[in-house]
């Protein structure tokens, strides 16, 4: 494992050369910038286009790792291609879906809340066993739906985002994809 990218990774439970991928998302990916460190030109007909991804970002609370890597809090990234004087640019957006779950969590650097795929809040078997609230991490997937962005968990409702700034809106209930689901 490259420990100098990826930082130590000390978890027996999981194998030395991917055990990587339980590293949390650097603070200075959470940012917005143009990229300047391209080869090549960004083809013209990508004017006005984004792309965006989402995945697991974070790993941890207060030096505990999580259990698996997809009970990892959801973090989206926006690369958008617009016009400038050179041509055509990207910009780089990161950020982490701020659910109710991912806010007090942080806030507090606590694990406070049980994850599907094994992570769990303190104190134990008893404490967990009949919890029933599964904290929604927000990590699975990224849909616009016309003017509005949305991100997904298979267990959950979606939160909307802001497409520019990716900050998180709300947690959809009546309206957007869903709507009619139930």
Request: aromatic share 14%; hydrophobic share 30%.
């Amino acid at each position: 494992m490259n420990t100098e990218k990826y930082g130590e990774y000390n978890n027996e439970r999981q194998h030395e050369d991917w055990g990587f991928v339980y590293s949390s998302t650097p603070s200075e990916a959470v940012d917005s910038y143009i990229i300047d460190d391209i080869d090549g030109i960004i083809p013209p007909e990508l004017e006005g286009v984004t792309f965006y991804k989402t995945g697991p970002g974070n790993f941890e609370r207060n030096g505990k790792k999580f259990e698996h890597v997809l009970d990892g809090d959801g973090f989206v990234i926006a690369i958008n291609f617009q016009k400038d004087d050179t041509g055509t640019s990207a910009k780089y957006t990161g950020r982490f879906v701020e659910t109710e779950y991912f806010c007090e969590e942080r806030d507090e650097d606590k694990i406070k809340y049980r994850n599907v795929f094994g992570t769990q809040r303190d104190g134990g078997v008893l404490a967990n066993a009949f919890d029933l609230t599964l904290k929604n991490v927000a990590n699975t997937n990224v849909l616009q739906w016309g003017q509005r962005l949305f991100v997904f968990w298979e267990a959950g409702r979606p939160y909307e985002l802001n497409p520019d700034t990716l900050e998180t809106l709300r947690s959809v209930t009546e309206d957007g994809p869903l709507s009619g689901l139930g």
